[in-house]
């Protein structure tokens, strides 16, 4: 009988919950470039760069090693 119950009470929800909306994807790598940036390491920007080489902060992590070599 409790698992009846339940079942009823599943089916009284109504429509399943809106998902939220998706992240941006251009905000997160936003958000890594900005922690990369802050540990200022040249590890943490090799690795941004490994990970999103094709994005346009990807250049700005580039410049940033350029300057950590001089």
Same mark, same amino acid.
């Given at each position: 009988?409790?698992?009846? &119950?339940? /079942?009823?009470?599943?089916g ?10 998706? #992240?941006?994807? @251009?905000? &997160?790598?936003?958000? $890594?470039?900005? /922690? &990369?940036r #802050?540990?200022?390491?040249?590890? +943490?920007?090799? %690795?941004?760069? /490994?990970?999103?080489?094709? @994005?346009? %902060? +990807?250049e700005? /992590?580039?410049? $940033? %090693?350029? #300057?950590? @070599? #001089?």
């Open positions: 009988m409790v698992g009846k &119950a339940n /079942a009823d009470e599943r009284k929800q109504g429509p399943a919950a809106s998902m939220p909306m998706a #992240r941006d994807p @251009s905000a &997160a790598v936003a958000e $890594e470039y900005e /922690a &990369a #802050r540990q200022g390491t040249r590890e +943490a920007f090799e %690795l941004f760069i /490994a990970r999103h080489g094709d @994005s346009p %902060l +990807a700005q /992590a580039r410049a $940033e %090693l350029k #300057r950590m @070599s #001089r």
